[in-house]
């Protein structure tokens, strides 16, 4: 996936690349006025970028540094990056900006499902991700899907785990809580154990499985 990862990283580049990049980003006066991006926390900047510094074009100009440091450290938070989309009604940009991003989410998603634990900087597990999609403005169902379609030992084991941190006393409705809980789900634990069962994670997977069983 790593050759997957520097493409999507190369298209959002390019589809960004028309957006100078400034030295210095206009503040909001009353809170910290001009600044300059090179010398400010990239964390700080990530959560004020849009809201009191910047404007949409600083935005889209900052965007592919965002994008990449999430999956190179851990010291930016995915929710506050991909919540910026929204804000910015991504949806309205041009197409070839949507695709770039799009192609960005499903790469990561992608990779993410491919490795256990997950070596991709901030987004450390499957809820990490969903969480930071559902604040770009995404359905999870499209990820849900590609789930679905990885019969992975890896994905398995997410999906395991993920099934161990359910809530099963919120019978609130939910999007992932509704899939987590189908039978299917059960069904696929099943499956993986009998195939992984000399494993050492068989018996999470087995765990996981007793858990939607009663």
């Given at each position: 996936m790593e050759n997957e990862l520097r493409a999507a990283l190369a298209g959002v580049r390019?589809?960004?690349a028309r957006y100078p990049r400034r030295a210095v980003l206009d503040g909001c006066p009353h809170c910290e006025g001009s600044v300059l991006v090179d010398e400010h926390d990239l964390f700080g900047l990530s959560i004020s970028l849009g809201n009191t510094v910047g404007d949409r074009a600083d935005v889209?100009?900052?965007l592919p540094v965002l994008l990449e440091r999430l999956l190179g450290s851990d010291d930016l938070d995915p929710d506050i990056v991909l919540g910026k989309l929204p804000h910015q009604q991504w949806r309205t940009w041009p197409r070839v900006?949507?695709?770039?991003?799009?192609a960005y989410l499903d790469v990561v998603w992608r990779s993410l499902l491919a490795d256990h634990p997950p070596r991709l900087g901030s987004f450390t597990d499957p809820a990490t991700f969903l969480d930071a999609a559902r604040a770009a403005g995404e359905h999870v169902a499209?990820?849900?899907?590609?789930?679905?379609a990885t019969l992975t030992p890896s994905a398995d084991r997410h999906?395991?785990?993920m099934v161990a941190g359910l809530n099963f006393a919120n019978q609130k409705p939910s999007a992932l809580g509704d899939w987590l809980r189908r039978e299917a789900t059960?069904?696929?634990?099943?499956?993986?154990w009998e195939r992984d069962c000399d494993s050492p994670w068989a018996d999470g997977l087995a765990q996981a499985y007793d858990l939607l069983h009663h």
């Open positions: 390019d589809a960004f889209k100009a900052l900006e949507q695709q770039a991003i799009d499209r990820f849900l899907d590609v789930w679905d999906l395991a785990e059960r069904d696929r634990l099943y499956r993986a």
